[in-house]
């Protein structure tokens, strides 16, 4: 059983207590037996040559690899997560493109086999592997008692290298469409009006584009890679939840809501995003 964060709420004030001793708490998590022993494993299974076949027949190794890429729920669809992999990365037909998930198809490229079946990965490679593992179960944990402060760190974690490296602006908000624990946090941070799940995507994509350049300014894919963007969005999620938490509309905090609606309603916005594309 792996030692347990020690959390205080999953509010603003809970976010701030967990970022001050993120550090520390992590280390604790992951001197627990149960992490260190799959750290181990990853360590010592991954760094000698290996096939498919050896990585599907270890369940035990299997599922912190996984947890690696955030696709710990796929731990029982072995013949699904072999199709990924062995169908590769880059074939359009393949698995990993049809899904159009980054995560599969990172899985279908980090672990490619040479034409004589074996994978071999880099020491870096495996470093990033188990960093992955750790920093997702440390998340887990976290989410555990607290869903939010889990949504919090996995959006903190995502989003800038996602802001940074996407093709152009409409690819990283198609990206974060497709992305639910990242699309949770925009739809409480930004206030996505009821139905919106409903639009086309292409009118999703204005509307999150003209809403983030409200809220975050002209150009909120690059603010989305600087840490200031990142903490003010997660601390509007939060805010918001607070909001939504709250016993009544009157609640303290609600009065920020209009503040954060830069005095131009959600529903103003949203109706004027579908008056520009149709």
């Known amino acids: 059983m792996a030692i347990q964060p ?3 709420g999953g509010s603003l004030s809970g976010y701030a207590f967990l970022k001050s001793t993120q550090e520390r708490q992590q280390a604790t998590f992951e001197s627990s037996t149960d992490i260190k022993r799959n750290v181990d494993g990853m360590r010592e299974k991954l760094s000698e040559s290996f096939t498919l076949d050896d990585l599907m027949g270890d369940r035990q190794l299997l599922l912190p690899v996984l947890q690696s890429f955030g696709l710990e729920s796929e731990i029982d669809k072995g013949a699904f997560v072999r199709r990924i992999i062995s169908q590769g990365p880059d074939d359009p037909k393949g698995f990993a493109q049809r899904l159009n998930n980054d995560d599969f198809i ?15 990965l880099s020491a870096a490679t495996v470093d990033d592997l188990v960093n992955g593992y750790t920093d997702k179960a440390f998340q887990t944990a976290v989410g555990e008692q607290e869903p939010d402060l889990r949504i919090a760190l996995n959006f903190e974690s995502e989003i800038s ?9 409409r690819s990283f908000w198609y990206k974060i469409i497709g992305n639910a624990p990242l699309m949770e946090i925009f739809d409480a941070a930004f ?6 799940s409903n ?7 204005d509307y999150l584009q003209k809403r983030a350049e409200q809220r975050l300014g002209d150009d909120p894919r690059a603010a989305l890679a600087t840490t200031e ?3 003010k969005t ?3 999620f939060l805010l918001q939840r607070q909001i939504e938490n709250g016993p009544s509309a009157l609640t303290p905090g609600a009065s920020a809501l209009s ?6 309603g959600t529903q103003s916005l949203f109706s004027l995003v579908l008056s520009n594309s149709t």
């Open 191 to 196: 206030i996505l009006p009821t139905g919106f």
């Open 161 to 169: 290298d996602l802001a940074a490296n996407s093709a152009s602006d």
């Open 259 to 264: 503040l954060l609606t830069g005095g131009f």
């Open 234 to 236: 997660i601390k509007d």
């Open 6 to 8: 020690s959390l205080i």
């Open 199 to 205: 639009l086309d995507v292409d009118k999703q994509a």
């Open 106 to 120: 990172e899985l279908a490229r980090v672990f490619e086999a040479d034409s004589d079946g074996n994978i071999q």
């Open 229 to 231: 963007g990142v903490d």
